[in-house]
């Protein structure tokens, strides 16, 4: 029996695979490497002192995904691997549409022909698009997505809805994931961003280590306590201790689940940049400048139903955030390249 992580060489696929391996499961990942590297896999097995078996190939390559689910006694499939970038999605939409929703019905696809039934999908907070009101939970109302990569997780979600419905053997949970931060606090995974990091807090990592100036904070003038960005930081620790309750529970419950995995805590941006100055004992450097388009003003979860049926929730504090992702920073300041 082995788990199937789609996606794995990557930021939370590898911490997810790392995970699995320590409690026992074997592991199959296939991964073309479009944003992550090999090492990452590597270091897990040197962690771990197991290694999963690595398919270096594209979730679109029918033939690759034939010859897993041939080979290899499938009985879960994690679905990590798509495209994540909200400024790439409006430049190149059809790469996103093209992977993360052609991709997911190819391995849908794929699955039905092996008879593999159990399958998480990695959604994320962004198919709420801008909240009417807060904490968001799975009831809350989805859409007006402001990009194709949101737009492509919803799109994704509905097509699940739709196949679980033609098909109820299929135990389908979708999680909705909130802001994931943090590293494995061995400092040997982490996330690695190529180029100039968009998100929050690879951006402020990367001011701490010298590679970037100053962090631009995106508006100081949303209704939020101190005016900057509020958001539900989880860490990537949690996000894989998620994914183990998920898989114990596929076969509890509904057949097509959606469930939050966030925190149910919102910081702001200057909580952040405070949190991190403490944990790397550096000075962060920053400037208010405009909103960023897109951009909403506050977004966190109602984790409930996580607990209710995942017996799940997350423990990490913003302080172990902060310091397990300076840990992996200062320890790989060119992330996995050397
Ligand atoms: P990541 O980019 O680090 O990992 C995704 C992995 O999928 C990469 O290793 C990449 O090489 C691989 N991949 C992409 N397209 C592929 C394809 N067609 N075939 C094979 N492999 C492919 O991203 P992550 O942060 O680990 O995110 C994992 C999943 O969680 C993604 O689906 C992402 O959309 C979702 N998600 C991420 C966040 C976040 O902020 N990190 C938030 C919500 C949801
Ligand atoms: N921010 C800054 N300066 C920066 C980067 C971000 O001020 O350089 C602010 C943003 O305005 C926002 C907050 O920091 O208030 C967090 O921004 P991120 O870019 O880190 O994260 P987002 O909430 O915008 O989006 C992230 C992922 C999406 C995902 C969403 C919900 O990038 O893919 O979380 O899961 F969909």
Redesign the pocket.
């Known amino acids: 029996m082995a788990i199937l992580v789609t996606g794995g060489a990557g930021y939370i696929g590898s911490h997810t695979v790392l995970t699995l391996l320590e409690r026992g499961d074997d592991v199959v990942v296939i991964d073309n490497l479009s944003n992550s590297s090999q090492k990452s896999l590597d270091r897990v097995a040197e962690l771990t002192g197991k290694k999963p078996v690595v398919y270096i190939d594209n979730i679109l390559n029918r033939d690759a995904l034939k010859t897993i689910f041939s080979s290899h006694n499938i009985t879960d499939v994690i679905h990590f691997a798509g495209l ?1 970038s ?1 400024s790439e999605s409006i430049k190149e939409p059809l790469a996103y549409y093209e992977n993360n929703v052609t991709g997911t019905q190819v391995l849908l696809n794929e699955m039905l022909a092996s008879g593999v039934k159990h399958f998480i999908f990695s959604s ?3 198919v709420y698009g801008n909240p009417e009101k807060i904490p968001l939970s799975e009831q809350s109302r989805t859409g007006d997505c402001t990009n194709p ?2 737009t492509s997780k919803l799109m994704v979600e509905k097509i699940l809805a739709d196949f679980s419905r033609a098909q109820p053997q299929f135990r389908i949970t979708c999680l909705r ?3 994931p931060v943090g590293a494995h606090p061995s400092g040997r995974i982490g996330e690695d961003p190529g180029g100039i990091p ?4 690879p ?1 402020i990592s990367q001011v701490a280590i010298g590679k970037l100036g100053s ?5 100081n003038d949303y209704p939020t306590p101190d005016g ?2 509020v ?1 539900d930081y989880i860490h990537v620790m949690d996000l894989a201790t998620g994914h183990l309750a998920a898989l114990d529970s596929v076969d509890k419950g509904a057949a097509y689940k959606i469930i939050n995995l966030g925190t149910g805590i919102g910081y702001s ?1 200057i909580n952040l940049i405070e949190a991190f100055e403490k944990a790397s004992q550096k000075k962060i450097s920053y400037t208010i400048v405009g909103r ?1 388009p897109g ?1 909403i003003a506050e ?1 966190w979860s109602d984790p409930s139903l996580a607990r209710k049926e995942l017996g799940w929730v997350a423990t990490h504090s913003l302080d172990e955030m902060m310091r397990d992702t300076w840990n992996w920073q200062k320890n790989n300041p060119d992330g996995y390249k050397v």
């Open positions: 994540k909200v994320s907070a962004t990569y949101g994931y909130f802001n968009n998100n929050l807090v951006y962090v631009s904070v995106y508006g900057t960005g958001r941006v960023r951009d977004c």
